[in-house]
C-alpha cells in the first residue's frame, strides 16, 4: 500500500486536475492500509482519506468507493489494487484517452513484476497476458485493476453496485462491467496508462497456474448465467466439455513441452465452468492464507 500511494503522489502532468485520494481498507483487524494512509497523509500533495471496510469482501470495499465518489460529486473515479505501483504519467494518460475518445470506462495496462523469475510456461500459461488493443475504443473491459469511470456513466445506469455474492471469489469487477455493457457505455482503452502488479514466488508456479485457472472459469460461467441469456451459458458449457475431452490427450500429445501448461490450465478452466453449474466456487478472499496466494 505504501508504494502504492507513493507512486499515485508522484503523478505528473495532472495539474489542471483536482484530485481526492479514499482508501477502503477492509482489514479491520490489522488496518494496515489504514496506518499508512494516516501517516502520509500530512505530506501528501492531495486530500488523503481512508475508511475501514467491516463488511468482508472486495465487493465492499469498492462499493465503498463508489459510495465516497458520489457523496464528493466527483466527476471520475480512478480505481488501483492495492499490490500495483503507477506509472508516472497512468493518470494523465487515462484522462486523455477519455477526453478524445469520449469513453465512459477506460481501462489500461497491468505489467507484472515477478518476485522470482517464472518459467517459459507459465508465462505462456495465458494467465498473465496483457491485452494487445490500440490505443481507442474498447471491447468489453474485465477488471478494475486499472480503470477510469465517468461518473456521469455511473449516474446513467442508476449507480450500479459490486455484486457481493462475488466479494470473497472474486469476479465482482468482471461482472460489474459486463452488467455497464448493457447500459451503452462506451469502453476504451490506453496501452500507455500502465500499473505495475507485483507477482510473489507463490504466484510463478505451475500450481497456482492451474489453480487461478480453476476460478477463472468459475467465475466466467457465473457471470455468464446472469448476463449470457439462455445460450450463454449453453455455448460455455459445450466449450468446456470439448477442453475437458481433448485436453489431457493433447498435453501427452504436444512437442512443445512451454504450451502444455496452457492447455492443463485450459481444461483446469473447464473443470472451474462445470463446478460453477453445481454450484461451487471457491472463497479466495474469505479463508486464512499465506500472502500472495488469494488473487
Same mark, same amino acid.
Given at each position: 500500500m505504501r508504494k502504492l500511494l507513493e507512486s499515485i503522489a508522484a503523478q505528473r502532468a495532472v495539474q489542471h486536475v483536482g484530485i481526492m485520494v479514499f482508501v477502503a481498507d477492509n482489514d479491520p483487524d490489522r488496518h494496515q492500509a489504514l496506518d499508512v494512509s494516516n501517516e502520509l497523509a500530512l505530506s501528501f500533495p492531495w486530500p488523503l482519506s481512508c475508511t475501514i471496510i467491516e463488511e468482508r469482501g472486495i465487493s465492499s470495499a469498492r462499493n465503498a468507493i463508489l459510495d465516497e465518489a458520489r457523496r464528493c460529486g466527483v466527476d471520475f473515479i480512478a480505481m488501483l489494487d492495492d499490490d500495483e505501483v503507477a506509472d508516472p504519467t497512468w493518470l494523465?494518460?487515462?484522462?486523455?484517452?477519455?477526453?478524445?475518445?469520449?469513453?465512459?470506462?477506460?481501462?489500461?495496462?497491468v505489467l507484472f513484476d515477478f518476485e522470482v523469475q517464472p518459467s517459459t510456461s507459465v508465462r505462456n500459461s495465458g494467465i498473465f497476458d496483457v491485452p494487445p488493443w490500440k490505443e481507442g475504443p474498447a471491447p468489453l473491459l474485465y477488471a478494475a485493476g486499472n480503470l477510469l469511470?465517468?461518473?456521469? $456513466?455511473?449516474?446513467?445506469? =442508476?449507480?450500479?453496485?459490486?455484486?457481493?455474492?462475488?466479494?470473497?471469489? /472474486?469476479?465482482?469487477?468482471?461482472?460489474?462491467l459486463r452488467r455497464m455493457s448493457k447500459e451503452n457505455v462506451r469502453f476504451g482503452w490506453s496501452p500507455t496508462a500502465i500499473v505495475r502488479e507485483s507477482v510473489p514466488k507463490t504466484r510463478s508456479n505451475g500450481a497456482w497456474v492451474l489453480h487461478r485457472s480453476w476460478r477463472k472459469g468459475n467465475i466466467n460461467m457465473r457471470i455468464e448465467r446472469f448476463h449470457g441469456g439462455r445460450l450463454g451459458p449453453v455455448i460455455s458449457l459445450s466449450k468446456a466439455i470439448i477442453w475437458?475431452?481433448?485436453?489431457?490427450?493433447?498435453?501427452?500429445?504436444? $512437442?512443445?513441452?512451454?504450451? =502444455?501448461?496452457?492447455?492443463?490450465?485450459?481444461?483446469?478452466?473447464?473443470? /472451474?465452468?462445470?463446478?460453477?453449474?453445481?454450484?461451487?466456487?471457491y472463497p479466495a478472499y474469505g479463508i486464512s492464507q499465506a500472502p500472495g496466494e488469494a488473487a
Open positions: 494523465s494518460e487515462l484522462l486523455d484517452c477519455q477526453h478524445r475518445f469520449d469513453a465512459d470506462v477506460v481501462g489500461g495496462r469511470i465517468k461518473t456521469q $456513466a455511473l449516474s446513467r445506469a =442508476r449507480w450500479p453496485r459490486f455484486d457481493l455474492s462475488f466479494g470473497l471469489t /472474486g469476479g465482482e469487477d468482471g461482472e460489474f475437458l475431452v481433448s485436453a489431457p490427450i493433447t498435453v501427452l500429445l504436444l $512437442a512443445v513441452p512451454s504450451r =502444455r501448461l496452457w492447455i492443463a490450465g485450459k481444461w483446469s478452466q473447464s473443470m /472451474g465452468k462445470i463446478a460453477a453449474l453445481l454450484g461451487r466456487n
